[in-house]
């Protein structure tokens, strides 16, 4: 097949949409397909790359300055008489493409896909649901988002929190409405976003994991070379966060939990893994908190390195609060780790209670310090749940993912025939 993936966010992004679109192009390609990706530029201009057998069109775009690109190490903040000034901008910001759909149309046509599979809802998705549309070209969508994402952080809007999911709701259903075929990455996810009753949806929505490729984890020893490059004890039990370091991943949660928990395990050591605007209040807070000699800030690291950091660990931590899945849950119990989450979003479908690790109330900082302490005084405890997370990871197989939407894109051609 002669396979279109368009997505705003793509590699080398490092967010969950911009890795599970890479992964899925390149997954495609080694199957046979012929696949084209279409993403905003990351330098402005429009250009086109081949590589790993996928080619990839950057379309023009601008600089949105006021949050960064993900790509680049965010600066530190700037300081006046020791005081942190607030950032308004970032030099590497994101790039948008703001009138995309004149080049996306002219890609299109050279290329004549057999279905457009799209990942977003901003300015492309925008553009590729307009060109299938008036071409009559089938196209499947993916939500990766629901609501409460964005409004769950928005406190300030807390009185407007719901006409505002009721607006964003009704936006994002339309893109999955107005495809032949959708999926979103759990049931929880789409039980958010679509009406309860699915016959009146009339397009079908159904829950598919990301997925990640189950052949490049597991728990195997990691290198000498790791723990000398990133400086990681060897003899020290180690709680894991990767992903973005943002505010609504609320981080800050876990690095107060470990905080607390120091108290009946000093021997710990936290390693944050990623970069992003809440990187300094976090260096912040570890320096208040007096612990900074048990903390690990090793910015991103990326494959196959990234691999062999989720071996050093213990444990796998996070208090975020709006997963649709979360890649780094599927790729910390492929390493066979203890997870410990809050059960909010989709977590619990891959951090399941007592079983591969412990949930937590959102929020509640103690109740994830008992939990960590839990998982690393008990060896046992830790044996148990690093099994049963190798067990749910197989579930989320990369390769099944891909086959599925094989036979997804399949559908959605025979639907728009049968039109």
Same mark, same amino acid.
């Given at each position: 097949?002669?396979?279109?993936?368009?997505?705003?966010?793509?590699?080398?992004?490092?967010?969950?949409?911009?890795?599970?679109?890479?992964?899925?192009?390149?997954?495609?390609?080694?199957?046979?397909? @012929?696949?084209?990706? =279409?993403?905003?530029?990351?330098?402005?201009?429009?250009?086109?790359?081949?590589?790993?057998?996928?080619?990839?069109?950057?379309?023009?775009?601008?600089?949105?300055?006021?949050?960064?690109?993900?790509?680049?190490?965010?600066?530190?903040?700037?300081?006046?008489?020791?005081?942190?000034?607030?950032?308004?901008?970032?030099?590497?910001?994101?790039?948008?493409?703001?009138?995309?759909?004149?080049?996306?149309?002219?890609?299109?046509?050279?290329?004549?896909?057999?279905? +457009?599979?799209?990942?977003?809802?901003?300015? +492309?998705?925008?553009?590729?649901?307009?060109?299938?549309?008036?071409?009559?070209?089938?196209?499947?969508?993916?939500?990766?988002?629901?609501?409460?994402? =964005?409004?769950?952080?928005?406190?300030?809007?807390?009185?407007?929190?719901?006409?505002?999911?009721?607006?964003?709701?009704?936006?994002?259903?339309?893109?999955?409405?107005?495809?032949?075929?959708?999926?979103?990455?759990?049931?929880?996810?789409?039980?958010?976003?679509?009406?309860?009753?699915?016959?009146?949806?009339?397009?079908?929505?159904?829950?598919?994991?990301?997925?990640?490729?189950?052949?490049?984890?597991?728990?195997?020893?990691?290198?000498?070379? +790791?723990?000398?490059?990133?400086?990681?004890?060897?003899?020290?039990?180690?709680?894991?966060?990767?992903?973005?370091?943002?505010?609504?991943?609320? *981080?800050?949660?876990?690095?107060?939990?470990?905080?607390?928990?120091?108290?009946?395990?000093?021997?710990?050591?936290?390693?944050?893994?990623?970069?992003?605007?809440?990187?300094?209040?976090?260096?912040?807070?570890?320096?208040?908190?007096?612990?900074?000699?048990?903390?690990?800030?090793?910015?991103?690291?990326?494959?196959?390195?990234?691999?062999?950091?989720?071996?050093?660990?213990?444990?796998?931590?996070?208090?975020?609060?709006? @997963?649709?899945?979360?890649?780094?849950?599927?790729?910390?119990?492929?390493?066979?780790?203890?997870?410990?989450?809050?059960?909010?979003?989709?977590?619990?479908?891959?951090?399941?209670?007592?079983?591969?690790?412990?949930?937590?109330?959102?929020?509640?900082?103690?109740?994830?310090?008992?939990?960590?302490?839990? *998982?690393?005084?008990?060896?046992?405890?830790?044996?148990?749940?690093?099994?049963?997370?190798? @067990? +749910?990871?197989?579930?989320?197989?990369?390769?099944?993912?891909?086959?599925?939407?094989?036979?997804?894109?399949? @559908?959605? *051609?025979?639907?728009?025939?049968?039109?």
């Amino acid at each position: 097949m002669k396979i279109a993936i368009t997505s705003d966010l793509y590699y080398p992004m490092t967010n969950g949409v911009a890795v599970f679109a890479h992964n899925l192009a390149k997954g495609l390609a080694k199957h046979g397909h @012929e696949v084209l990706v =279409i993403c905003p530029s990351f330098s402005g201009k429009k250009h086109r790359v081949r590589r790993d057998g996928v080619t990839t069109v950057y379309l023009r775009s601008i600089r949105f300055p006021f949050y960064p690109d993900q790509i680049n190490k965010v600066p530190d903040n700037k300081e006046l008489l020791g005081v942190s000034l607030p950032r308004l901008a970032y030099r590497h910001g994101l790039w948008v493409a703001v009138e995309p759909y004149p080049e996306l149309k002219k890609t299109l046509d050279r290329f004549r896909p057999d279905v +457009i599979h799209n990942q977003t809802a901003e300015m +492309i998705a925008i553009a590729a649901r307009r060109y299938a549309k008036r071409y009559d070209v089938p196209m499947v969508s993916t939500g990766h988002a629901y609501p409460d994402n =964005i409004t769950g952080q928005l406190k300030l809007l807390k009185p407007l929190k719901k006409p505002l999911d009721a607006m964003l709701r009704t936006y994002m259903a339309s893109f999955l409405k107005h495809s032949e075929y959708a999926t979103m990455p759990t049931e929880m996810a789409i039980e958010d976003l679509v009406p309860k009753n699915r016959k009146r949806f009339q397009v079908t929505v159904e829950p598919l994991s990301n997925g990640v490729d189950l052949s490049q984890f597991g728990p195997k020893k990691p290198t000498a070379r +790791i723990y000398k490059k990133f400086r990681l004890p060897k003899d020290r039990p180690i709680v894991l966060y990767v992903g973005r370091v943002d505010p609504e991943k609320s *981080i800050s949660n876990v690095v107060m939990a470990f905080a607390n928990m120091l108290e009946k395990v000093p021997e710990a050591m936290l390693v944050i893994v990623g970069d992003g605007t809440d990187r300094q209040h976090l260096v912040d807070l570890v320096q208040a908190l007096g612990i900074e000699q048990s903390v690990r800030f090793l910015g991103r690291v990326y494959p196959p390195e990234i691999m062999e950091v989720y071996r050093t660990a213990t444990v796998f931590a996070t208090a975020s609060e709006t @997963e649709t899945q979360g890649i780094v849950l599927i790729e910390a119990a492929a390493t066979g780790l203890p997870l410990v989450a809050v059960d909010a979003g989709a977590v619990r479908e891959l951090c399941q209670n007592k079983k591969n690790g412990l949930l937590c109330h959102a929020g509640d900082v103690d109740e994830m310090t008992n939990a960590l302490v839990k *998982i690393l005084r008990h060896k046992d405890v830790r044996e148990r749940y690093g099994k049963a997370s190798l @067990e +749910i990871a197989k579930k989320h197989d990369l390769g099944v993912t891909l086959k599925r939407f094989e036979e997804i894109y399949q @559908e959605a *051609i025979r639907l728009k025939e049968n039109e």
